[in-house]
């Protein structure tokens, strides 16, 4: 069983900034790739970023395309989104998730087998 635990959210105005980690524990935790998505309110849930756990490969929707970067520490089981300049649109709940069965769209939510409960991040004028 995995269990993931999402930080880093809050209140930040426009143009600012914040980084999004993700814990993850589990007897043995080795999933083939982890995904940020996001959901606001009356909007389906939706892919953010992805990064592949050994390679390492990266993965952006183009809405956060050159304003985020996403990251991994394989030793800590950590993985974080650094999201700059921040825009009203990015408000929404911020989930991680895993993917253990080797996917080839990363993009797909319901690839994803385990989810964390999110973190709220609000954008403000």
């Known amino acids: 069983q995995v269990s993931l635990a999402e930080s880093g959210g809050g209140l930040v105005q426009a143009g600012g900034s914040l980084r999004l980690s993700c814990a993850a524990s589990?007897?043995?935790?080795?999933?083939?790739?982890m995904g940020w998505f996001r959901q606001s309110p009356g909007k389906e849930r939706e892919f953010v970023s992805a990064i592949t756990w050994k390679s390492g490969s990266t993965y952006y929707a183009d809405s956060v395309k050159g304003r985020s970067t996403i990251s991994k520490d394989n030793a800590n089981n950590m993985v974080y989104l650094q999201m700059n300049s921040l825009k009203l649109e990015d408000t929404a709940v911020y989930y991680c998730a895993a993917e253990t069965g080797g996917a080839a769209a990363l993009e797909a939510r319901y690839d994803y087998d385990y989810w964390g409960q999110g973190t709220q991040v609000t954008v403000s004028s």
């Open positions: 589990g007897r043995t935790f080795s999933p083939f790739a």
